[in-house]
């Protein structure tokens, strides 16, 4: 007769055997596991052709063993959804936002797969008057980090503000970590208008990142996009926008 005790004295063989076929997959077969997982929504497979996300964490050197921060991953938590099960067995992921993010999220994060993700609740409220969101005090939830990933958000803050961030995060990765800015392009020196306005000049986020110490590692030209004439508002491009992919490392 198949007892219960004999279905428990079975599955303490089946999990460790398990973890071991978890554990021998490759870094690009489990972006690969991740990205086919059901708890993506249809918008969020429908932004992969432009997005890319395997091409682009492999650009930016993704290992299942880091301790990665994702700076404000917003409601649609398109990148957490995929570094969630990543990192799950052996690294941590730190996402960073406002508590009405999280809220929003829903029943996927308490997947097994999210074990090892962990909200850090910040204050980022948006100030209408300058159409920018001012952060309140700077904490990513971690003392040491190896990679901290600004995806199309660094337009969101005025200088001084992305100056107080990129001084946080230079102390709280490791020497050697990296730090990652994806944004849309505006062209260089052009001033900046209400229809530019979530457009960043790359020049200038160079410019910035450096003044807090890091070293400019590489840059990668995968999300460039020859139809975005950098003078329309984001939303209202038909394709996708051309962005800027820059990767910093902390000496």
Known sequence: MFTFSRLIAL??????????AQTSMSVEEKIA???K???????????D?????????QFIGLRDDMTV????????????KILGPVLVEKGHLMTVDNSSTFSSWGDWTE???????HPVVIENNYNRAEGRYVPGEIDFGVSQADLFLHFREYHNFNEADNMRINAKVFDTLKSGGEYVVVDHTRRHMQPETGVLGRREDPVDVILQVQRAGFVLDRVSDMFFEESDDL????????NMT???????KKP
């Open 37 to 47: 997982g059901e708890h993506r929504t249809e918008a969020e497979l429908a932004r």
């Open 69 to 80: 921060i994702e700076f404000l991953p917003a409601a649609q938590a398109y990148y957490t």
């Open 111 to 117: 997947e097994p797969e999210f074990a090892m993700t």
């Open 231 to 238: 003078t329309l508002e984001v939303g209202q491009i038909p």
């Open 242 to 248: 051309d962005r800027f992919f820059l990767v910093f």
């Open 49 to 57: 052709a432009d997005r890319d996300p395997m091409a682009a964490l």
């Open 11 to 20: 599955s303490s063989l089946l999990v460790p055997a398990l973890a071991v």
């Open 33 to 35: 596991a991740a990205l």
